[in-house]
């Protein structure tokens, strides 16, 4: 490892739900992580593409706070992810009292201008009820669609973990 390189820090998991590219992710986290879940999420990402219209959802815990080659980087990510894969929207959910949560919207905000809509919540029932609906709006899916769930977890970098609780659906894992 390079003096430059670090361990990945913070924690993620991302999965598709429906049509949801969600994830979740635990932080602070530093550079390497968002590359981490860059890859995951790009393919996770192309994978909804493909099936027709859906939705960005991360759910924070902890902290918001990153490193500044973090922030740089998750820009580029996000701007890669809607470029090349369309979502209608991104929304994002930090629990009041999560560190950093206002400094980092306005962030998030920048990240996202001229591209796609951005949103904020407190909670992950009030993002889930206005993604239903935008996504209603948008109309059904694509003939032949099958909803499906796909789990890729990496919890301080143990893929044997059990999946988080809340991940709903019968779980496999990206090709």
């Known amino acids: ?48 593409g493909d099936q027709g219209r859906w939705a960005m959802l991360a759910i924070v815990s902890q902290s918001m706070l990153s490193t500044a080659d973090a922030v740089a980087a998750l820009g580029k990510s996000i701007r890669q992810l809607i470029t090349q894969s369309h979502p209608l929207a991104s929304v994002y959910v930090a629990a009041p009292g999560t560190e950093g949560r206002g400094m980092v919207n306005s962030g998030l905000e920048r990240m996202h201008r001229g591209s796609v809509p951005v949103r904020f919540f407190d909670s992950e029932t009030e993002a889930r009820a206005w993604l239903a609906e935008l996504l209603a709006q948008a109309g059904p899916h694509p003939p032949g669609h099958a909803a499906f769930a796909v789990l890729l977890s990496f919890w301080k970098w143990d893929a044997a973990r059990p999946a988080h609780p809340d991940a709903a659906g019968d779980l496999m894992p990206f090709a």
Request: glycine share 6%; hydrophobic share 45%.
């Open 1 to 48: 490892m390079a003096l430059t390189e670090f361990a990945p820090h913070g924690e993620y998991q991302v999965c598709i739900e429906e049509r949801l590219l969600v994830s979740r992710v635990t932080g602070p986290w530093n550079r390497e992580l968002v590359e981490l879940w860059a890859a995951d999420a790009l393919r996770g990402a192309q994978r909804l």
